[in-house]
């Protein structure tokens, strides 16, 4: 008996309902493994302190109170916010609205994807193996495709965003020459060449 299977087990032991073969099985593991006798040992403490624990007897208007403030009570008399949700509510929890719904998902499901015939061969171990082989690769496929367009992406961006720094930097000492009483990037005059 391995651990795993006396913790199955455990619960019976301590209450004493397990059969002559399986308590001596369980006894001679709890001898070899530490583990397991600590833990049957907590098993018993626990059992023992809900034994000793006194019965609690509930107050005797407990159960007309709970039966007299139940909202499925017949006579029961909601408040307006209560029976607006209700009537709301209520159709839907019906069994023919659900079963009508679940039906309507099912046929429009089964429309929609072009769903075959499952045939025995399947079924085969082999081929629902090579299926969701077939899916693993794809999706590992796809993930890495995924990230090396990332990179190609991030790549582009570094590119872009240098060019936009050098462009920056190719206009700042145009915007130094400039006469320092307007600076107006539309209105800068371009000396002419003399004729």
Same mark, same amino acid.
């Given at each position: #008996? ?25 006894? %001679?593991? $709890? ?43 017949? /006579?029961?008399?909601?408040? /307006? ?5 209700? %009537? ?10 659900? #079963?009508?719904?679940? #039906? ?5 499901? $089964? #429309? ?17 193996? %090579? /299926?969701?082989?077939?899916? %693993? ?43 320092? /009483? ?14």
């Amino acid at each position: #008996m391995n651990c795993a299977e006396l913790e199955v087990l455990i619960c019976d032991y301590v209450d004493g309902t397990l059969d002559a073969a399986h308590k001596a099985e369980v006894e %001679a593991h $709890l001898a070899d493994c530490a583990l397991c006798a600590d833990l049957a040992r907590d098993a018993s403490a626990a059992v023992g302190f809900m034994e000793r624990a006194a019965e609690v007897e509930p107050p005797p208007e407990l159960v007309t109170r709970i039966l007299f403030d139940a909202p499925w009570r017949k /006579g029961a008399n909601p408040t /307006g916010a209560h029976r607006w949700i209700n %009537a709301i509510v209520s159709p839907f929890l019906q069994p023919r609205f659900v #079963m009508g719904m679940a #039906m309507s998902i099912l046929s429009l499901s $089964l #429309m929609f994807n072009s769903v075959r015939q499952l045939r025995p061969q399947d079924l085969e171990p082999a081929k629902v193996w %090579a /299926g969701i082989e077939d899916r %693993a690769v794809r999706s590992w496929a796809r993930t890495v495709k995924f990230y090396e367009n990332l990179k190609v992406v991030y790549q582009v961006q570094s590119m872009l965003h240098e060019w936009q720094q050098q462009d920056e930097e190719l206009q700042r000492p145009v915007a130094k020459t400039a006469p320092a /009483g307007r600076l107006d990037s539309h209105k800068l005059s371009v000396p002419e060449k003399s004729k």
